[in-house]
């Protein structure tokens, strides 16, 4: 996700005269790294948070730019329905 709103803020720096690299860098970026250091810290707790906040941020974003039908959720099911991911006992 890091890459990817980097190639954004890269690529597209405006989009209708908005500073799109500055929007991510003040809104993307900082729930961003709490994320990383959540996943460093395998932090759980810290993790839903940080990911609630940063789904919060993007679609805060997308508002901002004049997108508010580009929103984004936290997922509902698994992307991979077959498989069982639990640690064995």
Request: proline share 9%.
């Amino acid at each position: 996700m890091t890459e990817t709103s980097d190639d954004i803020a890269e690529l597209v720096p405006k989009h209708d005269n908005l500073p799109i690299s500055e929007m991510i860098a003040s809104t993307v970026k900082p729930p961003m790294e709490a994320l990383d250091a959540a996943i460093k810290a395998k932090d759980s707790a810290a993790y839903t948070k940080a990911y609630a906040d940063l789904t919060a941020s993007c679609n805060a974003c997308h508002q901002s730019a004049g997108n508010p039908k580009i929103v984004i959720q936290v997922p509902t099911v698994s992307s991979f329905p077959d498989q069982d991911f639990r640690p064995r006992k």
